[in-house]
């Protein structure tokens, strides 16, 4: 993703990534930040980092990462003060990551495709 968007910004364009606080993205893109995942997603974190460096339950690993990104996703499209300051962009072209479900909510929202 990163070498499109650095071609697309060396053409003229202005290019935005957009990521969580904790993220440190350098570029000749812009960035975007959201606020950092809340701490209330609703998944004993200890648990899950036991779960995903032993493999003894890779279902409830894919239980507590679904809990997780469904719990920033709500956070996110809560937060309309930042939403719509992302709005007020007017984007012409969204690419998303495809494992990211509220990705697909925030382009339905900014009405880009």
Do not use: W
């Not at 937060?79 to 007017?90: A, E, G, I, P, T």
């Amino acid at each position: 993703m990163e070498k499109i968007a650095n071609r697309l910004a060396e053409d003229g364009h202005d290019v935005y990534f957009m990521l969580g606080e904790e993220f440190n993205c350098k570029g000749v893109f812009k960035t975007i930040t959201y606020p950092a995942v809340p701490d209330d997603m609703g998944i004993d974190m200890q648990q899950f980092k036991k779960d995903l460096t032993t493999g003894l339950s890779m279902e409830r690993v894919y239980y507590s990462t679904t809990k997780a990104f469904s719990s920033i996703c709500e956070k996110l499209v809560a937060n309309h003060d930042f939403l719509q300051s992302v709005k007020r962009k007017n984007f012409d072209l969204v690419f998303i990551d495809m494992n990211d479900a509220c990705a697909y909510l925030l382009v339905e929202y900014l009405g880009t495709r």
